[in-house]
């Protein structure tokens, strides 16, 4: 079985789209699954919707993203956990790929990123540049990465001293372990941050967090970009989902061509 763990603070428009994806993806693999929305001090109708949507739904207090991810790997039934954040939609094609990569002894890997709807020029050079040193490097982004049960308590789960930047860290654990890979055929995930932030508010608020190193994740203080809750309006949230463009990250050509992903890299 398939544990899809989702983690979500008010997250009530993006959250349907994505249990929608999750549920055609897993059906249209023939993998049995199950779905699980661990909702973080949500105070909109994210764990209702999770719920009508055939979720099992887990509810913490602490706002953070490590701390919810790992509670949704505990309670997990599967063997093979894939991570999912709120705002992100997957295919049939990441569940697949991913699953053929754990049986043939990778410790687990993530994919490339496509972000939804209009982004601003400075935000697609910017992640163009990053996105081809982020994975380049061979890391796995948070929006989704994937894993064996037994490889998740091997490592510990997600190191919860670190408020951000979790993934990286998750990354290099499992490949302690073994082989890491990150699949070619890119996840859609929300845009919002480089919508809703002008270029000064979010390069200071990112390259800060860089320059701070470990010590600066290790406290939500200085982490407004990725807690303060803010959201786009849900007329912006329909529009994106309406998008029929989606601006990949470290990728040369549209989400909607199918690749073929390459074998296992290198840990």
Sequence with gaps: MISFIVPAHNEELELPATLDAIHAAASDAGQPYEIIVVDD??????????????AQVIQINQRQIAAARNAG????????????DADTRINRTHVVEGIAA???GCVGGGAR???DGSV???GRVLLLAFG???FGLNLGAGAFLFTTRRNFDAVGGFDEQYFAGEEVYFSLALRKLGRFRVLREPVVTSGRKLRMYSAKQFLR?????????PRG???????????????EPSSVTAKTENDSLAFPLAQGKRIGVRRRSRECAGS
């Design 217 to 231: 994740a290790r406290s939500r203080a200085k982490l407004s970009l990725w807690y303060d809750g803010k959201r």
């Design 113 to 115: 990123v496509a972000f």
């Design 73 to 84: 790997g505990r309670a997990a039934r599967g063997e093979c956990l894939f991570f999912v």
């Design 205 to 213: 608020k990112f390259f800060g967090l860089i320059i701070a190193g």
């Design 41 to 54: 001090a949500s105070t909109d109708a994210t764990p209702e919707i999770a719920s009508r949507a055939r």
């Design 120 to 122: 601003p020029i400075w």
């Design 102 to 104: 754990l049986k043939v």
């Design 132 to 134: 081809a040193l982020y």
